[in-house]
């Protein structure tokens, strides 16, 4: 029982010293991340050029959908976990 008990305990010691742990040196990528601002993507996300239907089995579809219009872009969230293809280029 005493060598089970040791057993565990240096496994669990081992797993904490293995797991990885965050970078801080790396400033650059740090300031870059700063840098960037959220509202952008949002507001770039939230025009949709050429959207297509809202609906649940549209993977796969969004190719075909912006052939003629610059090719697949994003998919936009419609609700209730449906999705729309949307394009590069407009209409």
């Given amino acids: 029982m005493k060598a089970a008990a040791i057993l565990l305990l240096t496994t669990i010691a081992a797993a ?23 509202l ?5 996300r939230a025009t949709c050029k050429h959207p297509g239907e809202c609906g649940w089995l ?16 994003f998919m936009q969230d419609c609700g209730w976990k449906r999705k729309r293809c949307c394009c590069n280029r407009s209409t």
């Avoid at 010293?17 to 959220?38: C, K, L």
């Avoid at 952008?40 to 770039?44: A, T």
């Avoid at 549209?58 to 872009?73: A, L, M, V």
Wanted: proline residues 7%.
């Fill in 58 to 73: 549209n993977s796969g579809q969004c190719e075909y959908h912006c052939d003629g219009y610059g090719g697949f872009d």
């Fill in 16 to 38: 904490v010293t293995a797991s990885p742990t965050p970078q801080t040196g790396d400033t650059a990528a740090a300031a870059a991340v700063a840098e960037r601002n959220p």
């Fill in 40 to 44: 952008e993507e949002i507001v770039q």
